[in-house]
């Protein structure tokens, strides 16, 4: 049965979504045993967590930052092309705002999109000036490359290939040069599980799980006047990503579990070029950035055949959607599970001086990149859609922020453009920590009372994550239909009725959180009947249907039930 049209709020039991979702509020986790608190948790140390605890500390009297392994864990370290800003003379905030709108499909927020693009050149040169040494040219500029759907050089680079790990050391080495500051405090290893509420609803600290010594060890409770996730992407939901572990959706599976607004959180960006390592690899896998292809690289099937010649006018620099479509089209057309990068041209010292770090994984894996064709196909990459926020990162939960990548701020539309994500996190980490601060210092967000928390949910068990991953790579991947969402779905709600586990741990709490990021995905892609950047359903393959140019929005009830909703976006000039 096919769906109504867009715009009527529907809860999910509606038989064109599939089988009824019903969201626990909790997650078993026990009585916490001790209480801590403060002013703000922030919670994730990665670009946009750091950034935020950093500017709240000069800012509010007490900031907890909480991270679930170490400091340096998470997608930042792993980022490798750069960070987007219109820094080089020739560019303009205009030119970076008109290629983010049209990577983004017409669904873009342009206020979001303005702030990114005006405020980002300065927040980059702020990273410059805290510490972040990027890669400069012969006159001690900013050495820009280009990436795919950019029409400028503009994307500053650390380590030839190593950004986000020099961003991170920054970032952490400035937390550390604070650390005996009474107004940080700074916890390792603890696991946010889920969020209070007063009776209001107003968020008012976590839940946690802390591996530690002393007294804040086990489960416990940080009670604070605000909440900022910072905690990252999705992508361990599907059997392979670029992602590291630690992305398995926490902080959205909370926020949905608190009734926050969520949207647009069936735009998952697949990365076309992630190194193909055999049938049935899974987890993190090696990423080829998109850089490589700035640089010249390009992209063969089995026959040398340049396919994205006469696809796209950018060709093989396309916006990412494009070429992983072409991509997943070329291995239907071939029979093959991967196509070829082609970089043999750039030549060893160019690719090992540029590329460093790639260059060492390759070889590491059995290829060189000077040598040798790269066997690629599009993995998991970026989740595009999150916790719906507004201009100062505020969710539909009051006390409530989200940062980076856990967050929607509408920068990204339907598909981000590459290297906006570390600069959208580092933007509105900015305009976070300067709003929470300007409401506690007008005396908004007093300090309440959590509401009494009743006993959680059985969890999933840790073994079913792999079943969880399957059945979103079959059905919700980087092609979906109707048909394969619906068999996602159905698979999703037999395994949440045989979670029976009540044994509470990391492990278990990441796979019911990877249970319902994956099912709120499923129903927001199925909503979505059209092919639309990131969403591409094969039975809707006619590109953007005016009908749904907008935001999808899905948020769970009192009762658990989740209600999806359609706000349409104004038209955009993307000629
Ligand atoms: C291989 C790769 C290459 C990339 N290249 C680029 C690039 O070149 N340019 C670009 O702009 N973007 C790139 N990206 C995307 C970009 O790196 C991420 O979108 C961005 O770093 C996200 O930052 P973040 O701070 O939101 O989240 P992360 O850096 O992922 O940090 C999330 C943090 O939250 C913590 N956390 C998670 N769950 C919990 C929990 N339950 N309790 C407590 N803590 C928790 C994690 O441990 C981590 O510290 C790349 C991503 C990958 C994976």
Same mark, same amino acid.
């Given at each position: ?5 867009? #715009? ?5 039991? /509606? &038989? !064109?979504?599939? $089988? ?6 909790? @997650? =078993?986790? *026990? ?49 490798? #092309? ?5 820094? /080089? &003379? !020739?560019?303009? $905030? ?6 983010? @709108? =049209?990577? *983004? ?69 400035? @937390? ?400």
């Amino acid at each position: 049965m096919s769906a109504d049209r867009p #715009g009527a709020d529907r809860p999910s039991g /509606d &038989p !064109a979504l599939g $089988p009824p979702l019903a969201v626990p509020r909790w @997650l =078993v986790s *026990g009585e916490p045993g001790w209480t801590t608190s403060a002013d703000v948790v922030v919670v994730g140390s990665g670009i946009a967590g750091l950034t935020t605890a950093l500017r709240l500390r000069q800012r509010v009297d007490r900031v907890l930052l909480v991270t679930k392994t170490v400091l340096s864990e998470g997608s930042t370290q792993w980022a490798q #092309g750069g960070i987007a800003a219109a820094l /080089d &003379p !020739a560019d303009s $905030p205009q030119e970076h705002l008109h290629d983010t @709108l =049209v990577a *983004g499909c017409g669904i873009c927020d342009v206020p979001a999109v303005t702030a990114l693009v005006h405020e980002g050149p300065e927040r980059v040169r702020e990273l410059v000036a805290l510490g972040a040494e990027f890669d400069l040219d012969e006159e001690g500029e900013l050495r820009l490359t280009r990436e795919g759907g950019h029409h400028r050089d503009r994307i500053a680079h650390a380590g030839g290939d190593a950004t986000g790990k020099e961003i991170s050391r920054a970032l952490i080495a400035a @937390l550390h040069a604070v650390q005996d500051d009474p107004g940080i405090e700074v916890i390792e290893h603890a696991l946010v599980v889920d969020l209070l509420q007063d009776v209001d609803e107003r968020v008012c600290g976590v839940t946690l799980h802390v591996i530690g010594e002393g007294q804040i060890d086990g489960v416990g409770a940080a009670l604070a006047r605000a909440v900022v996730l910072a905690t990252g992407g999705l992508g361990q939901v599907y059997s392979a990503t670029t992602n590291p572990s630690v992305a398995t959706g926490d902080g959205l599976a909370a926020a949905l579990r608190a009734g926050a607004v969520l949207t647009d959180v069936e735009f998952v960006q697949f990365h076309p070029t992630v190194l193909w390592l055999g049938e049935g690899s899974s987890g993190q896998q090696p990423l080829i950035s998109e850089a490589v292809r700035g640089e010249g690289a390009f992209l063969v099937d089995r026959d040398g055949v340049r396919f994205m010649q006469g696809r796209h006018p950018l060709a093989d620099l396309a916006p990412r959607d494009v070429v992983s479509r072409a991509i997943v089209d070329r291995m239907h057309e071939t029979g093959e599970q991967h196509v070829f990068l082609d970089a043999r041209h750039l030549g060893r010292e160019f690719l090992e001086q540029r590329f460093p770090s790639i260059v060492a994984r390759c070889r590491e894996l059995g290829f060189d990149p000077a040598v040798d064709l790269l066997p690629v196909a599009p993995a998991q990459h970026y989740a595009s859609g999150g916790v719906r926020t507004d201009l100062e990162g505020r969710s539909s939960l009051d006390g409530l922020y989200a940062c980076g990548e856990v967050s929607c701020t509408g920068v990204h539309g339907a598909n981000r453009l590459a290297s906006n994500s570390l600069l959208e996190g580092l933007v509105f980490a900015h305009r976070i920590a300067d709003d929470i601060s300007a409401r506690l210092a007008a005396g908004e967000l007093p300090p309440v009372e959590p509401a009494p928390a009743p006993a959680g949910t059985a969890l999933l068990d840790g073994s079913a994550r792999v079943q969880v991953q399957a059945a979103m790579t079959a059905g919700a991947g980087a092609v979906r239909s109707a048909g394969s969402l619906a068999q996602t779905a159905a698979t999703l709600v037999e395994l949440a009725a045989a979670a029976t586990s009540e044994e509470p741990g990391p492990e278990s709490w990441e796979t019911t959180n990877l249970l319902h990021v994956g099912q709120v995905l499923t129903l927001a892609a199925t909503l979505r009947e059209e092919t639309r950047g990131g969403h591409v359903r094969s039975d809707h393959p006619e590109l953007v249907d005016p009908d749904w140019r907008g935001h999808t929005h899905l948020v769970r009830g009192a009762d658990g039930t989740v209600t999806t909703s359609f706000e349409p976006v104004p038209e955009q000039d993307l000629a």
